[in-house]
Each structure stands twice: as C-alpha cells, then as structure tokens.
C-alpha cells in the first residue's frame, strides 16, 4: 500500500466513494487497484496476477483481454461514436443485434429493447408490464413477486425487486407494489426429512398462498433469475422452476427471467431459461452480452406482451421510455463481436465442460471441515461456509468467514467473491481445466489457513 500524499491509494481513498463497500472501512484499508487485464487473469498495481475468479462481476465471458472486442470497438468509434434509437431512428450494429438476440432467445421473443445495466433492464420490463396492465384496462394489476436472496439490480424499482436487506434498509425500500416470496435453498431452508420435490412443493404453495392473500387479479408479474447469482448462488432444487410456473400460469402472471448472470453460456446453455426449461414472456440480459467491455443491457419481449404495448404507444402517441445511452453502436458492435466469438470458440459447451470439473474439485472440498455445501450449474458455482457442519453455524457474525476465506484468497492470487458466508466461483468462459485446478489448489490452501485461525 502506497500511502504517499499522491498516490493513487490516497487520491482513491479522498475524492471515491466506491460502490459496494463499507465507506468506513475503504478509508482503512484502500483499493485493490487493477491495471491490466490478460485472459482469465487481472493484475493490480504492484503487478501481482489473480485468477479473476468472478469475470469482474459475473460478466467478462471471453476473458480481459480480446483483441476483437477492442477492434470491433475501435471500428464502431471511429464510424459512428454515438448515436440513439429514439423517435424512429436506428443504426446498423443495434438492428442486427436486436436480430441477433430475438434468433438466439431461447423462447419465442419478438422484440428488444436496449438499456446499459441490469438495473435498467428490470426497470424497464417493470414499467413494460405496468404499461401493459393498463393498456389491458387492469389497472389494478400492478404487483410483482420477486425472492428473498433474489438479485434483480438497485435502481429503485429494480432494488425493490431485489430481495437482499443490504438493498433496502436505510434507502426506504421496497416501494409498493413489490412482493418477497421464498428462497429456494433447499440445504439452508428445507424441512428435516423434506425431499428437493417436496421442498419445491411448499415453495409453490407459499407463492400461491402469497397470490391468494393478495388478490390474483392485482399481481401481474413474477421475476426470477434462473439461478440465483448475488443471492450466493442458489441453484434452484428439483421441480421449482416447473411447480412455480405451474402457479403463475394458473393466475395469468406474466414470468420474467433476469438472465443478467445466467445469459450467454454461464449455466451450461446459452441462456438458464433453457437449463430450467423456463417459459419466459420478458427476459431481461446484460453483463456477459458484452463481456463487460461496454455497457449494455436489453429487455427481450414475447410477441403479445409486444402486441399490448404496441397499441398502447399509439394511442398515447410514444412509447414514454428510452435512455440515451441505450442500444450504444459502440456497445452493439461490442456484443455482435462477443457473441460471434461465443459461437465460434463453443464456449457455451466449453463452459459446460470445465464447469462439471470445477464443479467435481469444488465437491471434493466438500468433505473440509469449513465446508458447508457445495453448489452449482455450468460454469457458476459456490460453496457456503460453516464453523459447525452438523449445526450449519457461522464463525461468530455470519459472513466473517466467507470474508477471511475471500481475503486469504485474495492473498494466494484469486479474486473471488463472499454473499455472506457463500464464496462464489464465476469465471471467465475461456478458462481451461489446467487453470481451475491451479484455482482449486488455491481454495484449498486457503480453506486450510482459515481453519487454522477458525481453531485459533
Ligand atoms: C441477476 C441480476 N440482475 C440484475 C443485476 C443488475 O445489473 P447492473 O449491476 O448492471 O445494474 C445484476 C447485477 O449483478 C444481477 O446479477
């Protein structure tokens, strides 16, 4: 740590608030700063190397340094630096992307509507089915249902959906309207004795007593990532997807999948909607789209939450919504090259192949006395933490023990993530088998230094 008067760890800790973090702390201890990205790998300021364990933030799918994205970048700016699709006006890269993404969807889509973050994306698709309800003269229907631990962004609609405490308290969300049902993790939250069905069985149940409770002609959408990313990984249990679908259907509720981590290869397919055979009307995507080179993010709609939509905006005379930066011809030039590499490389199947590997070394760890439960799908995986297996217990504050983990990680040359005691593993697609066990060896020495101060 540099603590000249100066230096970038002074400058950083005087004039940046950073995002995610404990303003307090920062102030003690400093940025990691990176400066260079190459392949899976990041390197800081002192030229220290980590594995990049999360893809900076669940995103970089083809790794930190790819020279078509950059050219494709570089080609798009000089052409055309910007350029928006408000009031009828379009550009190439944006209309072959919005092909693009409506030819790949892995449900029936008809449209896309571009944004720059998650965030954006589940707002808009929040205020798309606001829009739509009213335009079907429901306008009572206007409550949406998202999961405790489910993660859909922090703007403040999109915050509100999010159902992590962190997200809302001391910011006077969730606003109204927004809904929290049950968090399918079955290790943490089943009964004794309770079967993976019969747990996904009560989850249903709990949803449709929520609906009931609540006036089924008042909630028009449920939003669901496939598989819980910042939440800590949670892998829905067998049947969840199918049984709460099942409600929805009952109810005329419309399904949005945030595939914002879970899009472009991460769980094994091109889209989780896919790995979990989910039926959805809107999807919202971001993140890997781009592989984070640039900021983008769409909303995908079906064709007859389009149709509704369509005659409403003609009526008003617009349709009301659109950011300037949205639909970017830098960032569409960027995903058009991204996803051209996804399919070229199969990194979709090449996720799917060293994600069972990591998966099997992560399940190894499984029987180390830290060890709670090991999760995961594709190439998304995490492990949950204990002091106590049989009791499942924390060391002393839940999430002191995920922290030490990530930090002697971070130590030993790989930068990953803590949800509290979940220690997530998202790599960038491109790794190979050789670099996760280089990854595994590092995790295991870490979990062996933990357990030694855990034993004091
Ligand atoms: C599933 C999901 N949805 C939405 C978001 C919000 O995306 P952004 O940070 O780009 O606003 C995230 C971010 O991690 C996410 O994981």
Redesign the pocket.
């Known amino acids: 740590m540099d603590t000249q008067p100066n230096s970038p760890d002074a400058r950083d800790r005087k004039y940046h608030l950073h995002a995610y973090t404990d303003a307090r702390r920062h102030q003690e201890i400093g940025p990691l700063i990176i400066e260079k990205g190459d392949g899976i790998y990041v390197e800081d300021d002192t030229g220290k190397r980590y594995i990049e364990a999360m893809a900076g933030?669940?995103s970089v799918g083809v790794g930190f340094s790819e020279p078509r994205l950059v050219q494709a970048a570089t080609q798009q700016m000089s052409k055309l630096p910007f350029y928006h699709n408000f009031g009828h006006k379009g550009h190439s890269p944006l209309i072959d992307l919005a092909e693009k993404l409506v030819t790949i969807a892995p449900v029936p889509m008809s449209k896309a509507f571009f944004t720059n973050?998650?965030?954006?994306?589940?707002d808009t698709a929040m205020k798309m089915i606001w829009y739509r309800s009213n335009a079907l003269g429901q306008p009572q229907r206007k409550k949406l249902i998202s999961r405790i631990r489910g993660?859909?962004?922090?703007?403040i609609a999109?915050a509100s959906l999010t159902g992590l405490p962190n997200n809302h308290i001391s910011f006077d969300l969730p606003i109204a309207n927004v809904l929290h049902t049950s968090s399918p993790h079955y290790w943490r939250e089943a009964l004794p004795g309770e079967t993976e069905q019969d747990f996904s069985s009560r989850l249903a149940d709990d949803l449709e007593k929520l609906i009931i409770a609540e006036g089924p002609d008042t909630i028009a959408a449920f939003f669901g990532?496939p598989v819980m990313?910042?939440g800590g990984v949670i892998v829905p249990p067998a049947g969840y997807w199918q049984k709460i679908q099942a409600v929805l259907a009952k109810y005329d509720i419309l399904l949005v999948a945030?595939e914002?981590?879970c899009g472009f290869g991460r769980t094994g397919e091109m889209f989780g909607t896919t790995t979990y055979k989910m039926k959805a009307d809107t999807l919202?995507c971001?993140?890997a789209l781009t592989s984070a080179y640039f900021?983008l993010?769409a909303v995908l709609i079906n064709e007859p939450v389009y149709e509704v939509l369509v005659d409403q905006s003609k009526k008003i005379g617009t349709f009301g919504h659109g950011f300037t930066g949205g639909g970017h011809p830098v960032a569409a030039a960027v995903a058009l090259e991204n996803l051209k590499i996804i399919e070229e490389r199969g990194l979709v199947a090449h996720a799917r192949e060293v994600g069972a590997h990591m998966l099997k070394g992560l399940r190894e760890l499984g029987s180390h006395d830290l060890v709670g439960e090991v999760r995961g799908v594709g190439l998304i995986a995490a492990i949950e933490l204990v002091a106590d297996k049989p009791g499942k217990s924390p060391w002393g504050k839940a999430g002191a023990l995920g922290g030490l983990v990530a930090r002697l990680l971070q130590q030993n040359g790989v930068i990953t993530r803590n949800m509290g005691d979940a220690l997530a593993f998202c790599p960038p697609l491109i790794i190979t088998k050789a670099q996760i066990d280089t990854l595994l060896a590092a995790v295991k020495q870490s979990l062996d230094a933990a357990l030694k101060e855990v034993k004091g």
């Open positions: 933030l669940w973050s998650g965030s954006e994306a589940n993660y859909h962004g922090v703007t999109s990532e990313g910042a945030d914002v981590i919202s971001a993140k900021p993010s």
